[in-house]
């Protein structure tokens, strides 16, 4: 039975902050005497499906009429609250003793009314004092928060790299005892003056990472290589956001440097470093520890955070598209399965390393084979250059030009392996000058124009390898290419025996008494009309005398006779 959708229940029911429709339409039914369960088998009758997308869009449909509620008052609230993150419980003291659910959110892990913890992970009726110390850093949680610098993808990375070091898994857990520390840290990084200092490009990344160790220890005393290694690792994407702004390097602000707050505009162009910038690929040799697991370890190393609403460490394969950088600090984008599968080859994925796409300065066709970028054709290829194109591998066809003012296409792939102007070399014709017509006249008169149609020899050359038709100057016709002809001197293969043809060269027309010994049944279907005199297979043969042997055609043409009757 469709349950009715005309009018309010008389007893309305306040909806509370960031509540969410599971726990208000509970807590409706039971103010109107209902069954806690009537939300939920009200929305399974109106949306007639087993699917969740149209069970909470029936749910809230029911609740928001049910108790006179707002249009789209869910939907706002959803908007402001974290997908990524679990549904919380409100404060009990604050709810007046009702078990009130709210969307997972970042807005507060604490009730500073009534001193509890309200973090994520606490039961309805689970009071959880809290100390000075994670008092005071709920009021520094919420200034930072006003004032945009934590938002949930940065607290989350910071509570997996703080759990890590106490032992725990990779999990963005909040509680009391972590929450400091955590928030600590979002207000070091978030710093503007600080990021000044640490992302200087003037200083090394040995220099930067002393300043880490000590702003670390400074907040959290003994905290060791584990956190410091967390965060090293996380701010990766940031150096080589200002290393990219520095060098005039066209990529976009990475998410880390969104979440940090940290304009890297603030070092485009800047004149003031000194000195060569270091391989960035040294950047992960400060690293004092590594995670055992690969697929976490390469996660954390390689993909930059913010992407999704999971942090780095409890990435899943799947089919989404994510940036990475890799080890020598190329970005890219692949899907996490493809890394995934790199990793399980031993790879760590970047397609600029692996030589299959090309990156300018690194491993375009400019830089690893400049002597084919000379011959690189300038206006043919669709604006494509060398300093965009990979050499070897790349099997894509482009056009070329040679000195010598030759066009054609072909690709890198084989021009790196030594493919050269095939004009030049012959392989490809050029009438008048490297035509068969001009370079072997006497062979192009062989030429079949019967059989070979419009093809002429002045469009073919002598290194050919298309087969064409010819005719000797005996008549006889024959196919084979014309480097067949020119190279190895092959002519007719009739006039050569190399070839039988019947009434012309077959043993029984060029040597008449020689088949008339032919054995009549032991040679099968093989007759003298079906070979020639130079063969030199074996048959049997029968002599005048009654003998039956075996011998090769042509050691019977160079007078061999019965081995009985010689008495061999």
């Given at each position: 039975?469709?349950?009715?959708?005309?009018?309010?229940?008389?007893?309305?029911?306040?909806?509370?902050?960031?509540?969410?429709?599971?726990?208000?339409?509970?807590?409706?039914?039971?103010?109107?005497?209902?069954?806690?369960?009537?939300?939920?088998?009200?929305?399974?009758?109106?949306?007639?499906?087993?699917?969740?997308?149209?069970?909470?869009?029936?749910?809230?449909?029911?609740?928001?009429?049910?108790?006179?509620?707002?249009?789209?008052?869910?939907?706002?609230?959803?908007?402001?609250?974290?997908?990524?993150?679990?549904?919380?419980?409100?404060?009990?003291?604050?709810?007046?003793?009702?078990?009130?659910?709210?969307?997972?959110?970042?807005?507060?892990?604490?009730?500073?009314?009534?001193?509890?913890?309200?973090?994520?992970?606490?039961?309805?009726?689970?009071?959880?004092?809290?100390?000075?110390?994670?008092?005071?850093?709920?009021?520094?949680?919420?200034?930072?928060?006003?004032?945009?610098?934590?938002?949930?993808?940065?607290?989350?990375?910071?509570?997996?790299?703080?759990?890590?070091?106490?032992?725990?898994?990779?999990?963005?857990?909040?509680?009391?005892?972590?929450?400091?520390?955590?928030?600590?840290?979002?207000?070091?990084?978030?710093?503007?003056?600080?990021?000044?200092?640490?992302?200087?490009?003037?200083?090394?990344?040995?220099?930067?990472?002393?300043?880490?160790?000590?702003?670390?220890?400074?907040?959290?005393?003994g905290s060791g290589s584990v956190v410091v290694d967390g965060i090293w690792r996380l701010l990766r994407p940031a150096f080589l956001t200002v290393r990219d702004a520095i060098e005039n390097q066209n990529h976009p602000a990475s998410t880390i440097c969104q979440i940090l707050g940290v304009a890297s505009a603030h070092w485009a162009g800047t004149a003031e470093v000194q000195r060569p910038l270091e391989p960035f690929g040294r950047y992960l040799?400060?690293?004092?520890?590594?995670?055992?697991?690969?697929?976490?370890?390469?996660?954390?190393?390689?993909?930059?955070?913010?992407?999704?609403?999971?942090?780095?460490?409890?990435?899943?394969?799947?089919?989404?598209?994510?940036?990475?950088?890799?080890?020598?600090?190329?970005?890219?984008?692949?899907?996490?399965?493809?890394?995934?599968?790199?990793?399980?080859?031993?790879?760590?994925?970047?397609?600029?390393?692996?030589?299959?796409?090309?990156?300018?300065?690194?491993?375009?066709?400019?830089?690893?084979?400049?002597?084919?970028?000379?011959?690189?054709?300038?206006?043919?290829?669709?604006?494509?250059?060398?300093?965009?194109?990979?050499?070897?591998?790349?099997?894509?066809?482009?056009?070329?030009?040679?000195?010598?003012?030759?066009?054609?296409?072909?690709?890198?792939?084989?021009?790196?392996?030594?493919?050269?102007?095939?004009?030049?070399?012959?392989?490809?014709?050029?009438?008048?000058?490297?035509?068969?017509?001009?370079?072997?006249?006497?062979?192009?008169?062989?030429?079949?124009?019967?059989?070979?149609?419009?093809?002429?020899?002045?469009?073919?050359?002598?290194?050919?390898?298309?087969?064409?038709?010819?005719?000797?100057?005996?008549?006889?016709?024959?196919?084979?290419?014309?480097?067949?002809?020119?190279g190895n001197g092959r002519g007719c293969p009739v006039c050569a025996n190399l070839s039988v043809r019947k009434g012309v060269n077959d043993l029984a027309t060029s040597h008449p008494h020689l088949a008339a010994q032919w054995h009549p049944s032991l040679n099968g279907a093989v007759t003298p009309e079906s070979v020639v005199a130079g063969s030199g297979t074996k048959y049997y043969w029968h002599c005048p005398a009654g003998h039956a042997y075996?011998?090769?055609?042509?050691?019977?043409?160079?007078?061999?006779?019965?081995?009985?009757?010689?008495?061999?």
């Open positions: 039975m469709v349950p009715d959708m005309s009018r309010a229940f008389p007893v309305k029911v306040r909806r509370r902050h960031l509540e969410t429709p599971e726990s208000y339409g509970r807590r409706l039914a039971l103010a109107n005497g209902l069954p806690a369960d009537s939300s939920i088998k009200a929305a399974r009758q109106l949306a007639a499906t087993s699917k969740a997308a149209a069970l909470r869009i029936a749910l809230v449909q029911w609740c928001e009429i049910k108790g006179d509620l707002r249009n789209g008052q869910f939907e706002g609230q959803a908007r402001r609250a974290d997908e990524g993150l679990p549904v919380r419980s409100m404060c009990h003291l604050c709810a007046r003793g009702e078990r009130v659910e709210q969307f997972g959110h970042g807005e507060s892990y604490a009730c500073l009314r009534h001193g509890v913890w309200t973090g994520p992970q606490t039961g309805p009726h689970l009071l959880i004092p809290i100390d000075d110390r994670v008092r005071a850093a709920e009021l520094r949680y919420r200034r930072l928060r006003r004032a945009g610098r934590v938002p949930n993808a940065l607290v989350k990375e910071l509570a997996v790299i703080v759990n890590r070091h106490d032992g725990g898994l990779a999990d963005p857990k909040l509680d009391t005892g972590n929450y400091s520390t955590v928030v600590d840290l979002a207000n070091l990084l978030t710093n503007r003056s600080f990021q000044r200092t640490l992302l200087n490009p003037r200083r090394t990344f040995a220099q930067a990472r002393t300043t880490l160790e000590e702003a670390v220890a400074a907040l959290r005393p040799e400060l690293l004092e520890s590594s995670l055992a697991e690969p697929w976490s370890n390469v996660c954390e190393l390689t993909l930059v955070a913010g992407q999704s609403d999971r942090p780095r460490a409890a990435s899943k394969q799947s089919a989404e598209m994510a940036t990475f950088i890799c080890k020598q600090g190329h970005w890219h984008q692949r899907t996490l399965n493809t890394m995934f599968s790199a990793l399980k080859r031993g790879r760590d994925g970047c397609p600029y390393c692996a030589g299959v796409q090309a990156l300018a300065g690194f491993n375009s066709m400019a830089e690893t084979h400049p002597s084919l970028a000379r011959q690189w054709h300038p206006s043919l290829n669709a604006g494509k250059s060398p300093s965009n194109v990979s050499g070897a591998g790349n099997s894509r066809s482009y056009w070329w030009i040679c000195p010598s003012g030759h066009e054609w296409q072909a690709t890198p792939n084989n021009r790196a392996k030594g493919r050269g102007c095939p004009y030049c070399s012959g392989r490809r014709c050029i009438p008048g000058v490297t035509s068969l017509d001009v370079t072997h006249p006497k062979i192009a008169s062989e030429w079949n124009h019967r059989l070979n149609g419009s093809l002429l020899p002045s469009e073919v050359t002598a290194g050919s390898s298309l087969k064409v038709d010819w005719i000797c100057p005996k008549g006889h016709e024959y196919r084979t290419a014309p480097g067949a002809r020119t075996l011998s090769a055609v042509y050691s019977r043409k160079n007078g061999r006779g019965c081995p009985a009757c010689a008495g061999r």
